[in-house]
């Protein structure tokens, strides 16, 4: 049953994304991927801060907002919690090379994506 919740979540924030996508802005920088991210990021946070030892909200909830939307609306909203997570804990060097190693090899495997595609013939 939990996966129904995290694929209509997942589903609502996909929508979500693709919507904003066709807002017409014109700019050579990534304007509208940059307000996804930090939209997902205060919704997660806004979610987590609800969730968090509260009463009465059940797990399949939690799925669908923060699995779901926030996982199909942008997964970037699960990295900064998780690098927030870590330097609210005090783990600043595991938290600095988190973020650098997921910042660096996310961009490096885009890379290696379009190299491996440039060799496949469709």
């Known amino acids: ?3 129904l ?7 609502l ?3 979500a994304r693709y919507a904003i996508s066709l807002i017409p802005v014109k700019t050579g ?8 991210n930090i939209i997902g990021a205060v919704l997660i946070g806004f979610i987590v801060g609800v969730t ?4 009465g909200i059940s797990d399949n909830t939690v799925l669908f907002w ?20 870590l ?8 938290g600095g090379l988190y973020v650098v190693l997921s910042c660096g090899c996310c961009i490096l495997g ?12 469709f």
């Open 52 to 55: 968090n030892n509260k009463e």
């Open 13 to 15: 924030g996909a929508v």
């Open 66 to 85: 923060k699995t779901g939307v926030c996982g199909g609306f942008t997964t970037f909203s699960t990295f900064s919690l998780e690098a927030f997570n």
């Open 5 to 11: 919740f995290v694929a209509l979540g997942g589903a």
């Open 110 to 121: 885009i890379l290696c994506g379009k190299k491996l595609a440039s060799f496949i013939k």
């Open 87 to 94: 330097f609210d804990n005090k783990k600043y060097a595991i």
């Open 1 to 3: 049953m939990s996966f």
């Open 29 to 36: 920088f990534p304007l509208l991927t940059l307000i996804t």
